[in-house]
């Protein structure tokens, strides 16, 4: 028996949305892409049934503009970090390590 949201079954979980993301490092305009982001995680929030749940990696840029507008909406987020320190180094060498 398949089980949803809308089937009237009091025992059927509400379905569950995660929303991945990545992006890039360098943007052109931020706040641009912060605001595009919360008209469209706003918008899915009114629209489908059940909750939101948001994963990108922690990473500067997009991903970073991404959780931001996440967590400025309540909706709850996890972050990926799976760069070992060393690799961070060699790979952001034009970047502040404490920004990473």
């Known amino acids: 028996m398949k089980l ?3 089937d ?3 025992a059927a979980l509400p379905p569950i949305w995660v929303i991945g993301f990545t992006g890039h490092r360098h943007l052109q305009d931020p ?3 912060g605001r595009s982001l919360q008209t469209l ?3 899915l929030r009114q629209e489908i049934p059940g909750q939101l749940f948001a994963y990108s990696s922690v990473a500067i840029g997009a991903d970073a503009v991404f ?3 996440c967590v400025g909406l309540g909706l ?3 972050g990926a970090q799976v760069i ?4 961070v180094r060699n790979h952001f060498l034009d ?3 404490q920004d990473v």
């Not at 070992?84 to 690799?87: E, S």
């Open 76 to 78: 709850p987020w996890t």
């Open 8 to 10: 009237g079954n009091a």
């Open 31 to 33: 706040e641009s892409l």
């Open 41 to 43: 995680l706003q918008s």
């Open 67 to 69: 959780a931001d507008v």
């Open 84 to 87: 070992f320190q060393i690799v």
């Open 4 to 6: 949803s949201h809308t």
């Open 95 to 97: 970047t502040k390590l």
